[in-house]
């Protein structure tokens, strides 16, 4: 099945520097992946829409200037947490479309990246 | 928007069967999804109902009835590797077909 790859799957980095999250669809080409946001014990939070060669869609409340995201290839989308501040520790998991199965395993998640900012 | 709600918590027995239930509002509902999630790890899909029904896949299933804007999972045979967190999530046709999860129920399988 669909396999979605995402880097790191943890790191620790000290306030105020940047830190890029990488997710990639291995086996299949992605036009459209998401990112959400996870905190302790609660829901996932869908952060933003990514879509190939476009500017992403960030839902309501999410700083695009804070988080950005960039899907410059079909396989590939970024997101980079800018000038990382202590609250912004949190598990962020990417999720790729499968275009081709939108069916039953139309969506499949990268493993996650525990992000710790001290 | 979007909304749902599920229980937060669940507590079974091993060799039980639990119904955890989802109730959702949007208005491009598309479909709805299950998912698990285990402590520390990322949500693995179980099973995804567009159409009213039941779905069975082995020990789990799905049900969805759109009239009501219902849904719910049923676990049969409750193991101990059970116990996790079960999301209900829909998927929305407006804004590329994005997946809005429900807060989640946590689920203790006791032996």
């Known amino acids: 099945g669909a396999v979605v790859s995402q880097h790191p799957s943890w790191v620790i980095c000290k306030s105020g520097t940047s830190v890029k999250i990488e997710c990639r669809s291995l086996?299949?080409?992605?036009?459209?992946m998401f990112w959400y946001r996870q905190f302790p014990k609660q829901s996932l939070m869908l952060m933003a829409t990514s879509n190939e060669g476009s500017k992403a869609t960030y839902e309501q409340g999410v700083e695009k200037d804070k988080f950005l995201i960039n899907h410059a290839s079909l396989t590939l989308s970024t997101l980079t947490v800018t000038s990382a501040h202590p609250e912004d520790s949190s598990f962020y998991i990417c999720s790729a479309l499968d275009p081709f199965n939108t069916g039953l395993d139309g969506y499949t998640f990268g493993s996650g990246t525990r992000l710790t900012v001290v | 928007g979007q909304s749902l709600e599920q229980p937060s918590e669940v507590t079974a027995v091993e060799g039980a069967i639990v119904q955890i239930n989802c109730t959702y509002q949007?208005?491009?509902?598309?479909?709805l999804s299950w998912y698990q999630q285990h402590d520390g790890g990322a949500p693995t899909f179980l099973s995804y109902n567009a159409l009213d029904g039941l779905e069975e896949t082995g020990r789990f299933s799905s049900f969805l009835s759109r009239s009501d804007s219902y849904g719910y999972l049923l676990l049969q045979e409750l193991q101990m590797k059970d116990s996790a967190s079960y999301f209900c999530?829909?998927?929305?046709?407006?804004?590329?077909?994005?997946?809005?999860f429900g807060a989640g129920t946590r689920l203790f399988v006791k032996a």
């Open positions: 949007t208005s491009g509902f598309y479909g």
């Open positions: 086996d299949f080409q992605a036009t459209t």
């Open positions: 999530a829909v998927r929305d046709r407006t804004g590329g077909f994005k997946t809005i």
